[in-house]
Each structure stands twice: as C-alpha cells, then as structure tokens.
C-alpha cells in the first residue's frame, strides 16, 4: 500500500488547482481570482478546496467575506509563486527562441553594468546590430540554467563550477574618500584608515581586513561602518562623507575624474589586492553563434 505522505501525487497538485491557490493568495479574493482566470467563483472554491484535501492542511483563514492566507498557505504561496513565474518564465524563453535566436541574457552586477558595460555596449550594437543583449542584475551567484541566462559577469575570481570561464576586466580595490571628510579627517597613509568609518559591500565583508593585512595593520581597532548590496551605494555614501570606501578601481574612475572622491595612495601601494571581472557561459551556449559574438567583444575591450 502506498504511503499517502510520500504519494507523488500528493506532492504534484494540478495546475488549475495551483493557478486557482496563487491567484486567490495574490488577491485574497475568490471572486477577483475567478475573474482574473475567466472562471466561476464556486470553481476557484473547489480547487482550492481540492488542493486543501491533497495536501491535508489549509491554507486560508475564512471569515466570512475576509480572507488571509495563514502561516502555511504564505509559506506555500512563496513556493508556489516562484515556481510559476520560472514555468512562465521558461515558456518565454523558448518562444522567444524559436522566434529568434539573436538575444541573450546576461546577468551582472548592477554597478559594474551601469559604469563599465553600458557606456561600452553602444559599440557592441554598431557591431552586431541584430543581436539583442538583455542585462539582468544580479548580486550573488545563482544558478544560472534555473534562472534562463546564457552568460554571467562576475566580479573577485571566483570560479563558478560547470561554466566556461573567462578573464575579463583585470584590477585592484583601492580606498576612495571624499574631499570634505579628507579635510576634517585626513587620510595620507594607510594607518589613516583607522581613523575612519570603513564602508562596506555586503557580498565582500573581508575586503577591509585583507587590506589592512596587506599594508601590516593590526584590525584590533578596525572601525567597520554600514554594509550596502549594491557598490554603487557604497561610492554615494562616501561622497556624502559618510566613511570611506574599497572599490574595485574600474568603477570609480569617473568620481576620481569629477572629483567628488580622491585616492590617496597611488595604485602601486595597493596593486596586491587584486579584484578582477569574469564571464562565465553555461555550455550550451558557449559555442552558441550570438553568444560567441558578445564573448570576442567583451574579450576584445578587456585587452584595450
């Protein structure tokens, strides 16, 4: 006899049932959900109903007219919503496919896309103009295969296991600081450092305390301020004179040029601490014809 808590049935609802669940979960509501799906209400009510049996727990609080999701019908509607949008996401991308073999997902770090790809890419388009690049941000690493990209740019070195790997933007953090804070607080040698508010990346909370190794200072009274996802934050907050920052040296050239952040110490003193830029290519795309064209570009700039 079939153990029902481990029967796959009961672990694969059907797909009216789950869009019925996610539609009323989203609008706590049977009667929008029915009209969102062009059903009736009373249908919405039996799936729901029928997805409750199978799964032997509920879902919703009802009272009366009102309806809210309880702790197990949120937990599930998060699964379930995410699970949606990838089929959905999935059956996009192959119809865009089959249309067109000329776009590809890039995922990339938001600061380095903004401030050293885009200012680029007009270029690619001149080059290739049939071939459509669409940037989504992304911060950590991911799966990329679940997440439908062909190709990432990565920043640090590290390696991401199963993907064709290339080097791409070579470089080194170095310490920006605003001039109104280098006036009240002068920051002339690394010692200086400790002096200050030390603003960081959340994604690289070492930074600092491998810079401090790396010009023999001791940590022990090493003044560590906000963590910001996103560099682009940490470059505003030190214009604005809350700390200073590490940043890798290609994302900073314009604020050094306008003169809203100055370095103190020449790249010489800071070159051992390196901080380097990647594209990483699922294998089915790497010998991909459109991929191929934006890996040559981007390898192309990377040795201007």
Same mark, same amino acid.
């Given at each position: ?8 049935? &009961?672990?694969?609802? $059907?797909?009216?049932? =789950? @869009?019925?669940? !996610?539609?009323?979960? /989203? #609008? ?17 009510? &039996?799936?729901?109903? $029928?997805?409750?049996? =199978? @799964?032997?727990? !509920?879902?919703?609080? /009802? #009272? ?216 990483h290519i699922t294998p089915h795309q790497d010998q991909s014809p459109t991929v ?13």
């Amino acid at each position: 006899m079939t153990n029902k808590s481990t029967n796959p049935r &009961r672990l694969t609802p $059907s797909m009216p049932w =789950l @869009l019925a669940f !996610e539609s009323a979960a /989203r #609008n706590l509501s049977f009667t929008l959900a029915a009209k969102e799906l062009s059903l009736t209400q009373s249908v919405i009510s &039996r799936h729901i109903q $029928s997805l409750e049996d =199978l @799964l032997e727990v !509920e879902l919703f609080h /009802r #009272n009366g007219k009102q309806l809210q999701l309880n702790e197990a019908g949120a937990m599930y509607m998060r699964e379930v919503s995410s699970g949606l949008q990838r089929i959905r996401n999935a059956s996009q991308n192959l119809n865009t496919y089959k249309s067109t073999a000329t776009s590809i997902n890039l995922a990339c770090l938001p600061t380095f896309a903004a401030k050293w790809l885009m200012p680029r890419l007009a270029d690619f388009y001149v080059k290739h103009p049939n071939i459509l690049v669409h940037i989504h941000a992304k911060i950590r690493q991911f799966n990329m295969e679940l997440e439908g990209m062909d190709c990432a740019i990565s920043g640090g070195g590290r390696a991401w296991p199963g993907m064709a790997s290339y080097p791409l933007v070579k470089g080194y953090l170095v310490p920006v600081i605003s001039p109104a804070l280098h006036e009240r607080v002068p920051f002339n040698t690394p010692s200086d450092a400790g002096l200050h508010t030390l603003l960081q990346v959340s994604t690289r909370p070492d930074d600092w305390f491998q810079w401090f190794s790396v010009h023999d200072l001791s940590t022990t009274n090493i003044r560590l301020g906000p963590q910001f996802e996103m560099t682009s934050h940490v470059l505003q907050a030190a214009i604005a004179g809350i700390g200073i920052a590490l940043v890798p040296s290609c994302l900073v050239e314009d604020e050094l040029t306008n003169g809203s952040l100055i370095m103190p110490f020449s790249p010489s003193k800071v070159d051992t601490l390196k901080y380097d830029y990647s594209l990483h290519i699922t294998p089915h795309q790497d010998q991909s014809p459109t991929v191929s064209a934006l890996r040559e570009w981007l390898l192309e700039l990377s040795t201007q």
